[in-house]
């Protein structure tokens, strides 16, 4: 009987381990950023980092590295052929990577290389104009856009390809006109974009959200349009979406994180887990709204369907601009 009872142990701890039954919290946290630190990478980790441990989710401080190269590129590359297996690591992603994973700039690897993890907040895409402009609203824009596309310079903090870009196209194809065509001006950042506004060196600018906000309510641009399902929340709450306006623009900037491809079951597991439990916690609601994220939350298989059709999108954008 006794043997039974031993035989019967070893083949349930055989199980255990074959199909990662058991979730134990990472001993060494580690958090990789795809860029130099202070940037968005960077801050998606930070703000892991620092609500994970403030809520007691995790009892180790989480290590955050940086390996800048290609906009995230050599991270992906990186956890692809050296830490698939690593269940301590998750690394910082965003619709940008999508964008470049459907542009084919992250190399061989498409998004079926890692494991998405789960996403803990966005931003959303504005169209702005100088606060002296004569449009009010994105329809009025549209109009004028496709009356004389020439006369529109656009500028974004990005180049062409860029999110920023591809806002832009988006403005452009609801004008009906060739974005390819399009007088895209880049720009280093949200400030430089603020600058050509300000001096009227471009007549419409694209960028998010959380910056663009501050900037509107200062009364320094209109902001005319948001590009999501619904209105914001905050100072943005009387701006309209694009989709209230009648025009079907959407780009949701969210902030997410992925791990390798072959870590268990049970190391993903946790991390689900440990993401859907931090998201309702006060910690990380106060992390989120200090760096100027909105409310966003997707974990799991939802996440990894996300970023999939993300990347499909993408790709139809990025065929139809001729990129």
């Known amino acids: 009987m006794l043997n039974v009872t031993r035989a019967a142990a070893a083949a349930l701890l055989a199980f255990i381990v074959a199909n990662g039954a058991a979730m134990a919290e990472p001993t060494k946290p580690e958090c990789l950023a795809g860029a130099k630190p202070g940037g968005g990478f960077d801050l998606t980790c930070r703000l892991a980092a620092n609500s994970l441990l403030a809520s007691k989710i995790i009892g180790t401080p989480m290590q955050v590295t940086y390996m800048e190269g290609g906009v995230g590129a050599v991270a992906y590359n990186h956890v692809i052929g050296k830490r698939g297996t690593d269940g301590n690591l998750i690394t910082a992603a965003s619709s940008g990577s999508a964008l ?37 609203t994105l329809g009025e824009l549209v109009a004028a856009y496709k009356a004389t596309p020439a006369d529109f310079a656009i500028g974004g903090g990005g180049a062409v390809g860029s999110q920023d870009w591809m806002k832009a196209s988006l403005l452009a194809k609801a004008a ?36 663009m906000g501050q900037h509107h309510k200062a009364g320094k641009v209109r902001i005319l349009a948001v590009m999501a399902p619904e209105r914001l929340p905050g100072d943005l709450a009387q701006i309209p979406t694009a989709r209230e306006q009648g025009i079907d623009i959407d780009w949701i900037v969210w902030r997410g994180y992925y791990m390798g491809k072959d870590v268990t079951a049970a190391d993903y597991d946790w991390w689900v887990e440990g993401f859907k439990k931090l998201s309702a916690t006060p910690e990380f609601l106060a992390e989120r709204q200090a760096r100027g994220l909105f409310e966003f939350n997707m974990f799991g298989q939802d996440f990894d369907a996300k970023v999939k059709a993300d990347v499909a999108r993408f790709k139809v954008l990025a065929k139809e601009a001729g990129l």
């Open 100 to 136: 470049l994973i459907a542009q084919g700039k992250f190399g061989q690897y498409d998004e079926s290389a890692v494991k998405w993890l789960g996403a803990l907040g966005a931003d959303y895409g504005v169209l702005v104009v100088a606060a002296e402009s004569p449009y009010k």
């Open 176 to 211: 009906e006109q060739d974005p390819k065509a399009m007088r895209y001006v880049a720009l280093e950042g949200g400030g430089a974009v603020l600058t050509a506004l300000e001096g009227g060196h471009i007549k419409v600018g694209s960028g998010d959200a959380a910056e």
